[in-house]
């Protein structure tokens, strides 16, 4: 159990402690993702941005998802979605979804693109795994980049879950895998949405830390 995702990003640095100066570049998945992200980043003394995937609802149930897609198109989907979601919603939920992946890109990054990832160790965390779709488009986007490694950093996901992604990465560093694993919130005492304001500001937080080599 984590107190909240502080908690947990620092857990998970303690983790991850043969990283520490390595050069290594952590990109957080927003919104949840970037608090721990941020104490991963700042206690290993790493860079850090984000990379943003969005999951690819269904029609008929926002809450699920048959997919996720990043921000540079590369789009993860579920087998066998075709018996449940006809080819022409599929594509118009990957274009909805492009947009609103690219709106947020601007709003949390600004102007900004994403730090270089060709020839880099790249530490993709989020602050739980349930399905794995949006940590899977990040994945991809990372191989797409031709990261030099990929490691897959987050607080808690179902085991089989992690099993699966284990065998798409490098390297996986999962502190939990409950046995009855339903939500990620299951592990935090304390869960709450996070805004986009927050994540601009944790971002801003820490650059200023950096440039004051406080991290």
């Not at 949390?108 to 270089?116: N, Q």
């Not at 897959?152 to 798409?168: C, F, L, M, N």
């Not at 046995?179 to 986009?196: G, L, M, P, T």
Request: with cysteine; glycine share 8%; net charge neutral.
């Amino acid at each position: 159990m984590f107190k909240d995702r502080t908690d947990a990003g620092q857990k998970l640095a303690r983790a991850l402690g043969t990283y520490r100066d390595s050069g290594a570049l952590v990109l957080a998945i927003p919104r949840g993702g970037v608090p721990v992200g941020y104490e991963v980043a700042a206690h290993l003394h790493l860079d850090l941005s984000v990379i943003v995937a969005r999951k690819l609802p269904y029609p008929f149930d926002p809450e699920a998802g048959f997919g996720a897609i990043a921000e540079d198109g590369s789009t993860f989907i579920f087998d066998n979605t075709d018996r449940l979601v006809g080819e022409p919603d599929i594509g118009r939920i990957i274009r909805e979804q492009r947009r609103e992946v690219m709106r947020r890109v601007r709003v949390l990054r600004g102007d900004g693109p994403i730090p270089a990832i060709e020839g880099r160790t790249i530490m993709l965390v989020d602050d739980g795994i349930a399905m794995g779709a949006t940590m899977r488009a990040a994945i991809l986007m990372c191989r797409h980049l031709l990261a030099k490694r990929v490691i897959v950093a987050a607080p808690v996901s179902g085991s089989d879950v992690a099993k699966a992604i284990a065998r798409t990465v490098d390297e996986t560093t999962i502190l939990e895998t409950p046995v009855n694993f339903h939500a990620v919130a299951q592990v935090y005492e304390s869960w709450r949405d996070i805004s986009d304001d927050e994540v601009v500001a944790i971002l801003h937080t820490w650059k200023t830390d950096r440039a004051q080599g406080r991290s």
